[in-house]
Nanobody, 115 residues
Framework: QVQLVESGGGLVQAGGSLRLSCAAS????????MGWYRQAPGKQRELVAT???????NYADSVKGRFTISRDNAKSTAYLQMNSLAPDDTAVYYC?????????WGQGTQVTVSS
């Protein structure tokens, strides 16, 4: 059973930073694609960033240069460092693990950016 647990969300002022963590079960973590997604109220869930098993990264245009995704295979944990946060970044952030035909989601963590 794959379980993902996000943490690190909270309330921050515009211009501030947060670091999200996604603790995953060890099963297949090192060979999984890990991703961060977000869903703002009234909007569809959207891709924020992904990182492949060999460390290749991909970012949404809206976060390029501000957010950094990383992973620590020894800890089975993925991270999202978020800098220069803006009110438009307010959303529930979800972690996703993709392995083969399987995809798993965490429960989400709220990020609120005040102006």
């Amino acid at each position: 059973q794959v379980q993902l647990v996000e943490s690190g969300g909270g309330l921050v002022q515009a211009g501030g930073s947060l670091r999200l963590s996604c603790a995953a079960s060890r099963t297949f973590f090192s060979i999984s694609v890990m991703g961060w997604y977000r869903q703002a109220p009234g909007k569809q869930r959207e891709l924020v960033a992904t990182i492949s098993s060999d460390g290749r990264t991909n970012y949404a245009d809206s976060v390029k240069g501000r957010f950094t995704i990383s992973r620590d295979n020894a800890k089975s944990t993925a991270y999202l460092q978020m800098n220069s946060l803006a009110p438009d970044d307010t959303a529930v952030y979800y972690c996703r693990q993709i392995y083969g035909s399987g995809t798993y989601w965490g429960q989400g963590t709220q990020v609120t950016v005040s102006s």
